[in-house]
């Protein structure tokens, strides 16, 4: 199978490192920064290309891994070809995106990638949708030969996938950034918080996180709750944060569901 | 050393115990319901008792591990002895509030205790704190029996680091919860999510979590998160919340940073 990648950030870079792995090589690169796909194509071995228009006529798969806004007019540069699979790696894209193509599909890894951090692809899920059973089928045959954890997912049920992780990845990883951030302006290292933060996590593989919360706003404390706001009131974004994350909490606390208010 | 133990909640159990495994015994449990404090005092061989005047004349160690707000009712009745020390386990409480009670102290456990989950001692972070230098030494010598990873920290100190804690620890196990809520109304199990979980808390271990954000909102990619805006729409609380940490998120990123605007 030849395959052309259309990008060169994190998803490209560890996805095209995946493909090789499973002796599926990426034989074109092109990125809208070429010095970019330059970059990814000497690592991976493949050809860059300038221009979308020179993907070769014999490449069976083209994997669009560029950022979700660019993904359309991508598309539209990519010649439909009968025998040829168009794919993106969008969590938030639908697949009726690439409707030009005559078969298309998706390859959405639920992971988050920094292109310096190596990680196993294979420990990847790989969320799979195909525009009709015989792309599908061989999308998910050519998943299987990445990672252990491959499962077919509907457009649909992606985007909430994806907002999901957002929640659990993207928004934990911003308040990891804040708790580092605060701690700099203190004598004490965040290091003294890695255990904590290892155990919060270390909970919710046999439990269900709500059951393990813990904390002021789950105990309704509102005085030491009002102590941290105090403290915050020069940081009005924290501030604001802090108040609304609490006030979830609160409300998803089984004790604020008690019909004797 | 004879200890008595007001509280029998996660923070007073877990203290309890690795007090027992250092080789001091509490002696004396008490909580405001008592039948709390009968269970407590059960599991870890101690005498429950059912007023704080109950405490002997012998206790030279007295730790509170009440709620926040209960606290300086709780050390009130205390009868302030001069050869008796009297801690609380508080992040948020100032050194002062035992103010009447010529020594005193602090001992914080940062770390996040479920009753039903065990977890080693050890590595929990004490932090200690002593009204004066000689029970302060006490105080340490006790918490390093206790944990290999004890620190000073003032109460100003202590407090940002609870701030701080609340948004690594706390906050980051809620917004597990909104996902694992979320999953629950698709056909794709919130198990997909693990992998990706583990490896956000694994790149902090050696990143700054500044430098590893991903996301929409760090890529500014308003396309995804104004989608992701519009299936949330029929929530409320999770759509205010997702608007705010990106906007944190947005703010946080070194793009906007960038003097030309």
Known sequence: ???????????????????????????QVWSRDHNHAIELALQIGANSIVD??????????????VKDDAMSVVSAQILPQNSRIVVHTSGSTDIDLLNAHPKSGVLYPLQTFSKEIDLDFNEVPLCV???????????????????????????????????????ACNFTNHLYAI???????????????????????????NHDPKSVQTGPAIRNDTSTMNKHLKILESKPDLHDLY???????????????CPAK
Chains 1, 2 share one sequence.
């Open 1 to 27: 199978m030849k395959i052309a990648m259309l990008g060169a950030g994190n998803v490209a870079t560890h996805l095209s490192k995946a493909l090789i792995n499973a002796g599926n090589p990426v034989a």
């Open 52 to 65: 979308i228009a020179d993907i070769t006529e014999d490449v069976d798969l083209v994997i669009i891994a």
């Open 129 to 167: 949708e195909g525009s009709d059973a015989d792309t599908q089928n061989m999308l998910l045959n050519l998943a299987n030969q990445l990672s252990n954890k491959t499962q077919i997912v509907s457009s649909a049920e992606r985007i909430k996938l994806h907002i999901s992780a957002v929640f």
């Open 179 to 205: 708790a580092h951030d605060l701690m700099l302006e203190s004598a004490v290292s965040f290091e003294l918080l890695k255990p904590l933060i290892m155990e919060t996590v270390n909970k919710i593989n």
């Open 243 to 257: 108040r609304l994350i609490s006030q979830s909490i609160v409300k998803m606390s089984p004790i604020s569901e």
